[in-house]
């Protein structure tokens, strides 16, 4: 079965510094990888996915992930963080033939950006 | 806005009631799923339509019962829940799915329906 885990429940960053939240898969066959954003009191947008190609994929509102296959590791990263930034951030994996098409999703990691 | 809609908002029942979620997508989608989001917990896979015909099902429990009478509209219906039911349920939707296939389109959210179980 494929698994999603994000070991970190919480991340703090000062505004204006770089950021990362982590992400680490595990899966049979070929990974599509997703990073999503929940703000209070909505649901999921999405941010970025990677599917084949350039192992660094960029996101909307700045953000980016690196795609490492002998890590299994899908990191979201920011340059310089917003106060705005300030959310709960899922990622989530599906498969090519041999893991499952549907979408399997983290726990979360909650993102805080002090001012 | 998603272009994905769910009412109520926020939802208060007693373990007797019966109640029902609804969901609308304004996307023109062919797949259709319901989240549970738990505190600290994976979002948790419900359920799974595609074309109106549920493709999945997680060993969710018979108080959940899902309906999907057109590839726009998603219901769940409620009926002697627990208080452990309580949770945020969302909806989502995405382009296609087809089983057996690969996965790759982007799914879209509701905002959710907050649901307390007393």
């Known amino acids: 079965a494929q698994s999603v885990a994000q070991p970190e429940d919480q991340v703090n960053v000062a505004e204006g510094n770089p950021l990362t939240v982590k992400c680490t898969y595990s899966v049979s066959g070929n990974p599509y990888l997703f990073w999503y954003v929940q703000y209070p009191n909505r649901g999921l947008q999405f941010l970025l996915k990677?599917?084949?190609?350039?192992?660094l994929v960029k996101g909307s509102y700045g953000f980016e992930a690196e795609f490492n296959k002998s890590q299994t590791s899908f990191h979201l990263k920011k340059p310089s963080a917003l106060v705005s930034d300030s959310a709960l951030y899922f990622c989530?994996?599906?498969?090519?033939?041999?893991?499952?098409?549907?979408?399997?999703f983290g726990r979360g990691t909650s993102l805080i950006v002090h001012p | 806005e998603t272009g994905v809609t769910q009412t109520p908002r926020h939802l208060v029942m007693g373990m007797t009631n019966k109640k029902s979620l609804k969901c609308e997508q304004h996307?023109?989608?062919?797949?259709m799923y319901w989240y549970k989001q738990s505190a600290k917990k994976p979002l948790e896979l419900m359920f799974v339509y595609s074309l109106e015909e549920r493709v999945e099902n997680n060993s969710v429990p018979s108080r959940f019962s899902p309906e999907c009478p057109n590839s726009s509209h998603l219901f769940l219906h409620l009926h002697t829940l627990q208080p452990e039911d309580s949770a945020l349920y969302l909806c989502a939707s995405s382009q296609d799915l087809v089983a057996g296939g690969t996965s790759t389109d982007t799914q879209y959210f509701g905002p959710g329906t907050r649901l307390t179980v007393l």
């Open positions: 989530a994996v599906s498969a090519s033939s041999g893991g499952s098409y549907i979408p399997t």
């Open positions: 996307l023109g989608h062919n797949a």
């Open positions: 990677y599917i084949t190609g350039d192992n």
